[in-house]
């Protein structure tokens, strides 16, 4: 079970938008930490999508877009495109357990 | 272009010891914390270990705490991880991944920024 709780799954038709949870704890996201956003296709290298909750890298378009309030954060992608189907992860860092610790993934999947 | 390309993966028998390499390019490697991270078949992302850019502070996760060895050498651009006494569920594929560092400070809940393709671990008999 991941430190960070994310919903198995999401979907949405092109053009729509979805957003994805990642729930922590009070020795985490809660503890004021940051919360980081990954886009995996597997058997690739994962990508930085956001990072410090909110910051996008260069290069990464601004349909996506990340949030925190709390425990929880969440990441949005908006104008949803075939090319988004992947595995998506948040991270932060867990001051109980004093290492980087990631949510369990979800599956973005374009209808 | 950054890049980071793992190698040394394969097939080894429980117990068995393996070494990984990270190889890296187009950044000044020695500024850099450096971490690896694993995927388990159909599992999530899981953070294995980090080392500080001159190799003063090392960390790793409870699950290969004794049985890993992270280490890197600057002169070559080059970060290792060797891994003894392994077992059926280290089978995954490796992850090196670099420390998102503002202005040369690298913090442990900083994002890791570059990633390499990964290299396959099989352990089994």
């Known amino acids: 079970q991941s430190v960070l709780t994310q919903p198995p799954s999401v979907s949405g038709a092109p053009g729509q938008r979805v957003t994805i949870s990642c729930i922590g704890s009070?020795?985490?996201?809660?503890?004021?930490?940051?919360v980081h956003w990954y886009q995996h296709l597997p058997g690739t290298a994962p990508k930085l999508l956001i990072y410090?909750?909110?910051y996008r890298p260069s290069g990464v378009p601004d349909r996506f877009s990340g949030s925190k309030s709390g425990t929880s954060a969440s990441l949005a992608i908006s104008g949803l495109q075939a090319e988004d189907e992947a595995d998506y992860y948040c991270?932060?860092?867990?001051?109980?357990?004093?290492?980087?610790?990631f949510g369990g993934g979800t599956k973005v999947t374009v209808l | 272009e950054v890049q980071l390309a793992e190698s040394g993966g394969g097939l080894v028998q429980p117990g068995g010891s393996l070494r990984l390499s990270c190889e890296a390019s187009?950044?000044?490697?020695?500024?850099?914390?450096m971490n690896w991270v694993r995927q388990a078949p159909g599992k999530g992302l899981e953070w294995l270990s980090f080392?500080?850019?001159?190799?003063?502070?090392?960390d790793y996760a409870d699950s290969v705490k004794g049985r890993f060895t992270i280490s890197r050498d600057n002169a070559k651009n080059a970060l290792y991880l060797q891994m003894n006494s392994l077992r059926d569920e280290d089978t995954a594929v490796y992850y090196c991944?670099?420390?998102?560092?503002?202005?040369?400070?690298?913090?442990?809940?900083?994002?890791?920024?570059?990633w390499g393709q990964g290299t396959l671990v099989t352990v089994s008999s």
């Open positions: 991944a670099r420390t998102y560092c503002v202005n040369y400070s690298c913090y442990p809940w900083s994002a890791f920024d570059i």
């Open positions: 187009g950044f000044t490697f020695s500024a850099y914390t």
């Open positions: 080392i500080s850019s001159r190799g003063s502070t090392i």
């Open positions: 009070n020795s985490n996201t809660g503890a004021g930490y940051d």
């Open positions: 410090a909750n909110n």
């Open positions: 991270q932060s860092y867990d001051s109980s357990l004093s290492r980087s610790v």
